[in-house]
């Protein structure tokens, strides 16, 4: 049922609008919000859903004239200048002010629950094919992703190039200096220690840029008999037990501001170098995002010598819970398989493997930003579950 307004009236001497609804709740709407919300055709263009409105031209201490119920779906405000707006009761409903209200449009837009996860990871898996063809299973895939941070999608065909249909089935996937897709094997000469048969050590990738992939694929195309398995560690999870264990080392890796660098020759040769903090919070001092690769921090360090030590302390606890055997999860690929995971959250490593004169494992590896993930999740949601 669609909502329905019982009453509608000014207040606060006219500068908010007062909406009483059939069920008997109330909504209080700023006069400048919903005067910079008109919808009409000379302060929105609706075929691109943006807004023409100079804010040059909105008198932010605007009050309304005159408000009225057009009928229960929708009301009308004519404003000092004589425009007029129209509002219908279903838009106005979603976007209540209510903290209630706000919540729920968070939880709609963006998703933010999170499922955190130790050594007891039940790793979520899903047919590749399943997921290109069915809307359905794609819209779960990604829902899962967003909430648990990793899901393992299987059967996909060991060739080169599944990423590349991964990446058109989302959108597209993120280029960087190592290319669109990357080959993670043995090679001479390594420009990145992935591609090498030595331990990698728990870590979320390229940090050294600025804004990190979101996404990361994962490929197995090839696996070695002995050694290679994968390690994955819920870096939220993680980053909440520091803080309550040790508030102190917990501050300090938010709020230092880490070198970071990458210089070679892959896609392109480059040089890269970014400051990043081991902990991204948000303004309540949440985990956002974990910057940690152990590989490409650079030895240039750009605070106090007093700091630095401290630092290393904090560091230090943080990477002894990440490795310990309860927040661990570890598991071997098979070719076929493709990890998926959240860049920002989950940190991942793998054990090492005999070196051999042939390729004996093989992964291909693919970015994709959050943007791109998360407009293709509204997108199915829409078709999935059939929204406006």
């Known amino acids: 049922m669609s909502p329905a307004v019982r009453k509608v009236r000014a207040a606060g001497e006219g500068h908010f609008v007062c909406v009483q609804w059939e069920d008997g709740s109330e909504s209080s709407y700023p006069c400048v ?7 009409c055709p000379l302060c929105f263009l609706p075929s691109a859903g943006a807004r023409r409105l100079l804010l040059e031209d909105l008198d932010v201490d605007i009050v309304v004239k005159q408000v009225a119920l057009a009928d229960s779906k929708k ?3 004519t404003w000092p200048d004589e425009h007029t707006s129209e509002y219908e009761a279903e838009w106005l409903k979603k976007r209540c002010f209510s903290e209630e209200a706000r919540a729920v449009m968070r939880a709609d837009l963006f998703l933010p629950e999170h499922q955190y996860w130790g050594s007891d ?13 069915n809307d359905e299973s794609a819209y779960r895939w990604l829902c899962t992703l967003k909430k648990v941070g990793i899901v393992l999608l299987t059967g996909a065909a060991t060739r080169q190039g599944e990423l590349i249909r991964l990446g058109r089935r989302i959108g597209f996937l993120r280029l960087t200096f190592y290319g669109p897709t990357w080959q993670v094997q043995d090679k001479a000469d390594a ?8 331990r990698l050590c728990l870590h979320t990738d390229y940090p ?6 979101g996404v990361q694929f994962l490929h197995c195309i090839k696996q070695t008999a002995a050694g290679g398995e994968s390690e994955v560690v819920d870096g939220f999870h993680v980053s909440n037990k520091l803080k309550k264990q040790n508030p102190e080392a917990y501050q300090i890796l938010s709020s230092t501001a880490v070198d970071y660098a990458d210089v070679g020759v892959d896609y392109c040769d480059f040089a890269v170098h970014c400051k990043q903090r081991i902990i991204d919070t948000d303004s309540r001092g949440q985990a956002i995002r974990i910057n940690y690769n152990n590989a490409t921090r650079d030895t240039v360090f750009d605070i106090p010598a007093e700091k630095v030590r401290p630092f290393y302390a904090a560091l230090k606890e943080f990477n002894d819970l990440l490795n310990s055997a309860e927040h661990r999860f570890t598991f071997k690929m098979k070719p076929g398989d493709i990890l998926t995971f959240d860049n920002w959250r989950v940190l991942h490593g793998r054990q090492g493997y005999p070196s051999c004169s042939k390729v004996t494992r093989h992964l291909e590896g693919a970015y994709a930003d959050w943007d791109v993930v998360m407009s293709r999740l509204q997108l199915l949601r829409k078709r999935v579950l059939k929204r406006d």
């Open 191 to 198: 420009n990145n220690v992935a591609y090498t048969t030595e």
């Open 75 to 77: 009301i009308s405000i």
């Open 121 to 133: 990871l039940q790793l979520p898996k899903t047919p590749f094919e399943e997921i290109m063809y």
């Open 33 to 39: 919000w919903l005067r910079d919300s008109c919808q």
């Open 208 to 213: 050294v840029l600025q804004h990190p992939p």
